[in-house]
């Protein structure tokens, strides 16, 4: 379960930024992940709840928002939401298509105390 290794970073990383503002607690950790990462939420949910206990962190919410794939035409430049297999320009028609959303994976905020 790669979720594990993830969380595991997404927690080091929460951990040692509430750390350096003093904070003894952390509240929640808020996260976006791209849809075509293919990282599932109860596998994310999972490892938090399994890796927090005994941090700084235990307790707290981890929130996921989810971002659609967004691709951007070559030809004509439109940007278009799509799923994972249907990546045709709605304008031309064009497949030629530059992924500009869909693969991140960030930190967005953490709710310290």
Known sequence: MHEMGIVSGILSSAVDAAEKEGASKINDVRISVGVLTEIQDFAL???????????????????VTYISPVSKCSQCGTEFEHDRFEIVCPECGNFVCEQIKGRELTIDSIDID
């Open 45 to 63: 949910q999972f490892a938090w709840e399994s890796l927090s206990p005994g941090t700084i962190a235990e307790g707290a919410e981890l929130v």
